[in-house]
């Protein structure tokens, strides 16, 4: 082993002891040198001590395992992110499981361009649940969009997300204070192109997304992105204007059709009918969260 590491994996984790294992699984098996990896695993407060999973893993991972209350991801993020002795960070979720080339494709591209954020695909690793794949399809979607060089608003999700540990810590780390424990990737890749930062997809950095869901689960989901999208682009609106919708409305229409021509015409049907429901429930979220807000702007306003 090596005295410091090159890069150091942070893992937000909470009550899912078997996907933490597959997740540590595809880390081990890295077609890159696990001596130069430390893997930091933030328990976010999980009833049972995810403690015992780390001991299985020490003969094959330098690992640590942090504890912090249930704080949410951005923040267990960031604490990881604080003990890390790697100079480079690599951001995973403990429901995701690298492929072979994930860490060595994005660590390259580091050690050549050491001021970029890397990011890369990230594949639906359960096919035949219907929520999960509709999620996936309109991140899928919204990447090729980005890779395209259309859209304003590109970013990397945080659960495949890698950059200098100095840059990481210049700015600041994730925003915690996004209610719904949403949207912390779009705020933090917004505040990183304002720095002149550049964004960097690497096709070879593969993980696979193993997000189980049920039809609420899935709108639940949704709406809580919406109330995360709300808060950041307000926060974006302050600090810099532009516009609040950065995507023209024809965007939206071409997400919820874009599975005809794709897929057969049932499975198109279907999978267009759960990507109306997400939008509708993204945008039930924006709009509660506006009313909250209005209110609580209301409630000061009265108290003044």
Not at 26 to 41: L, P, Y
Not at 159 to 173: E, I, P, W
Not at 190 to 217: C, F, K, S
Not at 235 to 261: Q, V
Request: charged share 20%; glycine share 8%; net charge neutral.
């Amino acid at each position: 082993m090596h005295s410091l590491p090159i890069v150091s994996v942070v893992i937000p984790a909470f009550s899912r002891p078997k996907a933490l294992r597959a997740c540590l699984d595809g880390v081990a098996g890295s077609s890159w040198d696990t001596g130069h990896i430390e893997v930091i695993v933030v328990d976010d407060g999980s009833p049972d001590s995810l403690d015992p999973i780390g001991e299985d893993f020490r003969d094959r991972l330098s690992i640590r395992i942090l504890h912090q209350k249930n704080s949410g991801p951005a923040s267990a993020r960031n604490a990881g992110a604080a003990a890390a002795r790697g100079r480079f960070l690599a951001f995973i979720d403990d429901d995701c499981i690298p492929g072979p080339s994930w860490l060595r494709s994005l660590v390259e591209t580091l050690e050549a361009s050491p001021d970029v954020l890397a990011g890369g695909p990230v594949v639906n690793g359960l096919p035949g649940d219907p929520y999960a794949t509709a999620s996936q399809s309109i991140a899928t979607f919204v990447a090729a969009h980005y890779a395209d060089g259309r859209g304003t608003e590109r970013f990397f999700t945080t659960n495949n997300f890698t950059l200098s540990a100095k840059r990481f810590n210049d700015m600041g780390g994730f925003d915690t204070s996004i209610p719904s424990q949403t949207a912390e990737d779009k705020e933090f890749c917004d505040r990183w192109r304002e720095n002149g930062y550049q964004m960097v997809w690497i096709p070879e950095a593969v993980i696979h997304h193993a997000h189980a869901l049920t039809l609420w689960r899935f709108v639940r989901q949704h709406f809580d992105y919406g109330r995360g999208i709300l808060a950041f682009r307000l926060m974006r609106l302050r600090r810099s204007g532009g516009r609040f919708l950065p995507e023209p409305l024809s965007f939206y229409f071409r997400l919820i059709l874009h599975p005809f021509g794709r897929e057969r015409l049932p499975a198109a049907l279907r999978l267009m009918i759960l990507l109306a429901i997400s939008q509708a429930a993204t945008a039930a979220g924006a709009l509660f969260a506006a009313l909250r807000l209005d209110r609580v702007e209301r409630q000061r306003d009265t108290w003044a």
